[in-house]
Nanobody, 119 residues
Framework: QVQLVESGGGLAQPGGSLRLSCAAS????????MSWYRQAPGKERELVAT????????NYADSAKGRFTISRDNAKNTVYLQMNSLKPEDTAVYYC????????????WGQGTQVTVSS
């Protein structure tokens, strides 16, 4: 059974930092692209960042560029999202996603972790 378990969310002040982690089990982690999404109240879920299987390629939403860093440790089956210079508009539930199309399709989600940025 595939499980993605996020942690590291919480309350941060504007300008502060948080580091999210997503521990994966039950899948061949190194074969999956890993992403972080977020969903703010009343808004659609949006892609924040993606990292390729070996970590050599990353992509970020414009809102995350220069402030967030996605990374992965395939030995630990874990993906991270380092969030710096946090803004109130970063407040959302952050979700971890694992996706691949080869050698078989897979698309899995974590349960989400709340991030609140407020003074």
């Amino acid at each position: 059974q595939v499980q993605l378990v996020e942690s590291g969310g919480g309350l941060a002040q504007p300008g502060g930092s948080l580091r999210l982690s997503c521990a994966a089990s039950g899948l061949a982690f190194s074969t999956y692209y890993m992403s972080w999404y977020r969903q703010a109240p009343g808004k659609e879920r949006e892609l924040v960042a993606t990292i390729a299987t070996l970590g050599g390629s990353t992509n970020y939403a414009d809102s995350a560029k220069g402030r967030f860093t996605i990374s992965r440790d395939n030995a630990k089956n874990t993906v991270y999202l380092q969030m710096n210079s946090l803004k109130p508009e970063d407040t959302a539930v952050y979700y971890c996603n694992a996706r691949r199309t080869y050698p078989s399709r897979g698309d899995y989600w974590g349960q989400g972790t709340q991030v609140t940025v407020s003074s």
